[in-house]
């Protein structure tokens, strides 16, 4: 993470699942960059951030059945609150292991978001990082955000050929 957030300069998350929410815990942060609605220990819903998105797409058909149809929320105008929609984002982050948020929970904070897997395949936390919105394109982002989720992953054991798993 520290050479992530060196690279990037910008505010860096790692969050695990717990119920129904994404809990942080872990963030670089950078004086300089958007002001975050997060902190270490803080709670973010699954529907509509990066680190969210991920986890949720991971966490198997019940969880994303629960959360589906539980209403979701609308924090802003750009918040994905059709379940059909939302169901294809969480197809496609499950095919790549990364998702993208555009001012979804805030309007002037993006996100792009990977896995991180252990040596097991079981998808245990998501890590993100978090951009002023539309200051930065999101596949710029990316590879390094994703590298970086890689490593960590090694880090706990996953290896290349170890399949991630479901829920």
């Known amino acids: 993470m520290e050479d992530l957030h060196s690279a990037l300069h910008q505010h860096l998350q790692l969050a695990v699942l717990d119920g129904h929410e994404a809990v942080i815990i872990e963030?670089?942060?950078?004086?300089?960059?958007?002001?975050?609605?997060s902190r270490v220990g803080g709670r973010l819903p699954l529907h509509c951030s990066g680190v969210g998105k991920v986890?949720?797409?991971?966490?198997?058909?019940?969880?994303?059945?629960?959360?589906?149809?539980?209403?979701?929320?609308?924090?802003t105008p750009r918040t994905v609150v059709d379940p059909a929609e939302l169901r294809n984002e969480i197809a496609a982050c499950r095919r790549t292991g990364t998702a993208g948020v555009r001012g979804e929970l805030t309007e002037e904070?993006?996100?792009?978001?990977?896995?991180?897997?252990?040596?097991?395949?079981?998808?245990?936390?998501?890590?993100?990082?978090v951009l002023r919105a539309g200051s930065v394109k999101h596949q710029a982002a990316l590879p390094s955000v994703l590298a970086s989720g890689l490593?960590?992953?090694?880090?706990l054991g996953w290896r290349p050929g170890i399949r991630v798993r479901e829920g």
Request: charged fraction near 20%; avoid cysteine.
């Open 27 to 37: 963030r670089l942060s950078e004086p300089h960059a958007q002001r975050l609605v």
């Open 55 to 75: 986890l949720l797409s991971h966490g198997g058909p019940e969880l994303i059945e629960s959360v589906l149809n539980g209403g979701l929320r609308r924090y």
């Open 109 to 129: 904070a993006d996100s792009v978001a990977t896995r991180i897997v252990d040596g097991h395949g079981r998808v245990v936390a998501a890590l993100s990082v």
């Open 151 to 155: 490593g960590i992953s090694r880090l």
